[in-house]
C-alpha cells in the first residue's frame, strides 16, 4: 500500500512571518533626497536662467518701459514676454537674493536679447540708462504738468508754469495755430473783462507720453515736444478744422478742453458740443461747473465763487472763458469743431458716467432729482 502523502499528520505548515517594518528614518531620508534633486534642478535652471541670454545671435533693439508703480514680478513678466529673459522667476529670485529690486529705476530702455539676466538689471538699474516717462494725461492743466515733472524729480516745483508764462514770443511763428496777440495781449470777453491768460499755452500742450533724457531735460524742451505733438495731430487728423467750423482754433480748443472735462465718449460729446454752442449763439450763459474748477486748487466749488466775477465763472458770466482749462486730446477737438445738433438744453453726468440729457428746464430739475 503506498503511502500517501497527504496523510501525513507530521507535515509541517509554513509560518506565516509578519512584514518587516521599515525604518522610521526611511522616509524622511528620501524626502531628503527628493528634495535635494528638486533644489539641484530648481538651482541648475536658476543659473542657466540668469546667467545665458535668449538669443546670443540676435541684432533686435527692444525698447522696454518700466513705470514708478511696476512691481518686481511685473518687469519680470515684461521683460520675459518680450523675449529679453529666460525667466520672469529668475529675474524676480535674482533681484531678490541680491537686494537689487528697490535699485530698478522708472524709465525707458533699450534691451537686446544677447544680454543675460545679469547684465539686464545692472541696465535697469542705472539711470544713466534711461529714458524718463511723463504721461500728460488729456485735460491735464500747466500746473498739474508742473506737479507731475515735481515728482519724477526731472524738474524744481514751478519751473514749468514759469517757462510757459515766459515762452519766447519769437517762436509763436513755428506754431501757426497759436495766436500770439490773443495768447498774450490782454483779453476783453463779452462781459467786458480784461484779462491777460496766465498760461498762454493752456490747452496746446498735447496729452500724451513723452519720453525724456534725465540728463540735458530742460522744461522748454518739453514744451517744444508737446507744441510739435499738437501741431502735428492738427495738421494731420484735422486739417480742414476751420473750413468746416465757424469758430476759431482757439474758441474750438477751449471748448474741447471743457468737453474733456464735463464727458467722455465721443458722441456724447459732440452733443454736449451742440448744446454748449446753441448756448452760447442764443445768448445763454455755458453753466459748465469746470470752467471754474479750473481756478480751483481744492476741486470744491462755493456759494461766493458762483457769485464771483472770475472771467472762468460761466455759471454768471456770458460766453466762453478767457482760454482752455486743460489740454484736450484731438477726440475732444474734434468733437467741438463737429458738433451734433439736437433738441437738446441741458445735460448731467450720474454717478455711472451715463449722460442725461433734457431739452427743458423742468425736465433738467427732474433729471436732477433722479440722477444726482
Keep these: 500500500m503506498r503511502h500517501n502523502p497527504e496523510n501525513n499528520s507530521t507535515k509541517k ?5 509578519p512584514p518587516r517594518k521599515k525604518n522610521p528614518f526611511y522616509y524622511v531620508k528620501v524626502g531628503i533626497i ?4 528638486i533644489i539641484a534642478i530648481t538651482t541648475f535652471d536658476y543659473r542657466q536662467s540668469i546667467n545665458n541670454p535668449v538669443d546670443p545671435t540676435s541684432t533686435d533693439e527692444i525698447s522696454v518701459i518700466i513705470k514708478q508703480k511696476d512691481t518686481i514680478k511685473e518687469i519680470g513678466t515684461i521683460l520675459e514676454e518680450k523675449g529679453l529673459i ?9 533681484t531678490r537674493f541680491n537686494d537689487l529690486d528697490e535699485s530698478i529705476v522708472a524709465g525707458r530702455f533699450k534691451l537686446n536679447p544677447t544680454m543675460t539676466t545679469i547684465e539686464v538689471v545692472e541696465t535697469i538699474s542705472d539711470a544713466n540708462n534711461s529714458e524718463a516717462v511723463i504721461t500728460i494725461q488729456e485735460g491735464l492743466r500747466v500746473i498739474d504738468i508742473d506737479q507731475k515733472l515735481a515728482e519724477l524729480e526731472l524738474a524744481p516745483e514751478g519751473a514749468f508754469k514759469e517757462a510757459v508764462k515766459n515762452f519766447n514770443t519769437e517762436d509763436y511763428e513755428y506754431y501757426p495755430f497759436l495766436d500770439q496777440a490773443h495768447l498774450t495781449s490782454p483779453i476783453t470777453n463779452p462781459n467786458e473783462n480784461t484779462i491777460l491768460l496766465e498760461y498762454p499755452l493752456e490747452g496746446y500742450l498735447y496729452p500724451d507720453t513723452y519720453f525724456l533724457e534725465p540728463s540735458n531735460f530742460t522744461v522748454t524742451s518739453l514744451i517744444y515736444k508737446c507744441l510739435n505733438n499738437f501741431k502735428n495731430k492738427i495738421e494731420t487728423e484735422t486739417p480742414n478744422i476751420l473750413i468746416q467750423s465757424q469758430h476759431t482754433l482757439h474758441e474750438i480748443t477751449t471748448m474741447a478742453s471743457i468737453l474733456e472735462k464735463e464727458v467722455r465718449g465721443f458722441e456724447d460729446q459732440q452733443i454736449v458740443a451742440g448744446i454748449l454752442w446753441k448756448r452760447l449763439n442764443s445768448g445763454w450763459r455755458l453753466d459748465a461747473d ?15 465763487d458762483l457769485e464771483s466775477n472770475n472771467p ?9 472763458p478767457p482760454g482752455p482749462i486743460g489740454n484736450p486730446s484731438i477726440q475732444s477737438i474734434k468733437a467741438a469743431s463737429n458738433p451734433t445738433k439736437t433738441n437738446y438744453w441741458f445735460y448731467l453726468t450720474d454717478k455711472d ?3 442725461i440729457y433734457a431739452t427743458s428746464n423742468e425736465q433738467h430739475n427732474v433729471n436732477k432729482a433722479r440722477y444726482l
Design 13 to 17: 505548515k509554513p509560518v506565516l512571518r
Design 34 to 37: 527628493v528634495f535635494a534633486v
Design 86 to 94: 529666460n525667466s520672469g522667476w529668475a529675474f524676480y529670485w535674482y
Design 290 to 304: 469746470a470752467t471754474l474748477l479750473y481756478t480751483k486748487e481744492d476741486n470744491k466749488i462755493t456759494k461766493a
Design 312 to 320: 472762468y465763472n460761466t455759471r454768471k458770466l456770458l460766453g466762453l
Design 353 to 355: 458716467g451715463n449722460v
